[in-house]
C-alpha cells in the first residue's frame, strides 16, 4: 500500500517539515503525541511546523498527491476537445477550466511538498501503479455532450466530495482546497449550461446528451469511493479530521442534488429504482457494480 510503501526522504520520523519555524516545545515522544491529540480535540489546524504522527503525515501524502494526479489526468479526457469545441466561447470556457485543473494540480502538490514529499516520489508512485487516481478518467469522451457531462456531473461530484476538506485538520491542504473549491463551481457551471444550451436545440442535440449522461451517471456514483464497510481508511481518516464526511454520506447527498438538477435539465438517469424515500428522506437508488470500480482502478477499465 502507498502509505506504507512509499519511504519519503527527509525529517525525522513523525515530524512534519522541520526546516519550518516554530519548533516543539518537547521531544518526548508521548508529550508531542498528546499535544497532537489535544490539538485534533480542539479541531485547531496542524501546521507543517507541527509534530505529526508518521501514519498522520503518509495518510495525507496518499490522499493529497492521489488528489493531485487526479487533477491532472482530469486534464486529458477534456483537453481533447478544446480544439474541437464548437464555437469560439465554449473554446474559451474550456481551456480556462483544464487550466484551472492543472492549476489544482500545483497547488496539491505544494501542499504535499509541506509534507517533505518529492514530486519525483510522487510521479514514480503514480507510474509505478503504487499511487491511484480517480476511475473516473478512464472513461471515453466520444461526444461534445460528454464534456457536459464532466462539468454538471464530475465536477458536480468532485465539489460535493471537496467542500468538507476546506475543514480538512491539515493547513495547506484545507486552504489549498478553499480556492479549488471555488473553481470547481465555475466548471460545475459550465458544464450544466452546456447541457441546458443542447437541451434546447434540436431532438439530435437531446438524444447526444441523454445519451452522456446514460454513460456516466454510474462511473460518477463510483467516485466517491468504496461503500463506508469497505472503506478501508475512513475510520482513521475520520478519527483525525482529515475527511469530514463519509463516503455513503456523500454519494447520497449528491444523488438527491443530482435529480433536482435533472429535472431542470430535462434528462434522466438509467437508474429504474431511482425514487424519493419519504421515511429515509432521501433517494433510493440501485446497487452499484463495485466489481467494475475495482477493474477500472486496477488499470482494467474501459
Ligand atoms: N478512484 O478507504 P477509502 C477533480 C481508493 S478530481 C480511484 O474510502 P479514502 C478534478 C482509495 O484511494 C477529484 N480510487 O479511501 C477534475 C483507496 O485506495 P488506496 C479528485 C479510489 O482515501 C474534475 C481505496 O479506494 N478528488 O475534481 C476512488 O478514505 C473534472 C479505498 O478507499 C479527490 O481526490 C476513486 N474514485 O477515501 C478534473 C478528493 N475512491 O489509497 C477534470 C480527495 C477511493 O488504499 C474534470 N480524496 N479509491 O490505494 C478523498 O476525499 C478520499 O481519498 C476518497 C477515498 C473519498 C476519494
Given at each position: 500500500m502507498y502509505t506504507q510503501g512509499l519511504d519519503i526522504p527527509?525529517?525525522?520520523?513523525?515530524?512534519?517539515?522541520?526546516?519550518?519555524?516554530g519548533k516543539p516545545q518537547t521531544t518526548e515522544p508521548a508529550e508531542l503525541q498528546a499535544d497532537f491529540d489535544a490539538k485534533m480535540a480542539a479541531d485547531r489546524k496542524i501546521e507543517p511546523q507541527d509534530w505529526m504522527p508518521e501514519a498522520y503525515r503518509k495518510t495525507l501524502i496518499r490522499q493529497i498527491s492521489q488528489h493531485d494526479h487526479s487533477e491532472i489526468v482530469g486534464m486529458l479526457p477534456e483537453g481533447n476537445w478544446i480544439s474541437r469545441a464548437p464555437s469560439l466561447k465554449r473554446k474559451a470556457i474550456l481551456l480556462a477550466k483544464v487550466q484551472d485543473e492543472g492549476g489544482h494540480g500545483l497547488y496539491l502538490s505544494s501542499a504535499a511538498e509541506t509534507l517533505n514529499a518529492s514530486r519525483d516520489d510522487m510521479i514514480d508512485a503514480l507510474q509505478t501503479g503504487k499511487a491511484k487516481y480517480f476511475s473516473i478518467f478512464n472513461y471515453s469522451t466520444p461526444t461534445w455532450a460528454a464534456v457536459g457531462v464532466i462539468g454538471w456531473l464530475v465536477d458536480g461530484a468532485a465539489i460535493m466530495n471537496q467542500i468538507p476538506l476546506c475543514?480538512?485538520?491539515y493547513g495547506p491542504y484545507a486552504r489549498a482546497m478553499i480556492r479549488i473549491c471555488k473553481e470547481e463551481s465555475f466548471h460545475q457551471r459550465q458544464g450544466l449550461e452546456l447541457l441546458l444550451n443542447m437541451m434546447q436545440g434540436t431532438e439530435a442535440q437531446r438524444a447526444m446528451v441523454q445519451e452522456a449522461v446514460n454513460r456516466w451517471w454510474r462511473p460518477v456514483l463510483m467516485m466517491f469511493g468504496p461503500p463506508d464497510a469497505e472503506s478501508v481508511h475512513s475510520s482513521q481518516a475520520q478519527a483525525w479530521g482529515i475527511k469530514r464526511i463519509s463516503n455513503d454520506d456523500l454519494r447520497q447527498k449528491f444523488i438527491d442534488a443530482a435529480v433536482q438538477q435533472a429535472e431542470v435539465l430535462g434528462v434522466g438517469f438509467p437508474d429504474p429504482d431511482l425514487k424519493w424515500n419519504a421515511e429515509r428522506g432521501h433517494h433510493d437508488f440501485c446497487a452499484i457494480d463495485w466489481d467494475e470500480f475495482w477493474n477500472v482502478v486496477g488499470g482494467n477499465g474501459p
Open positions: 527527509g525529517g525525522e520520523p513523525g515530524a512534519g517539515n522541520s526546516a519550518a519555524k475543514r480538512c485538520s
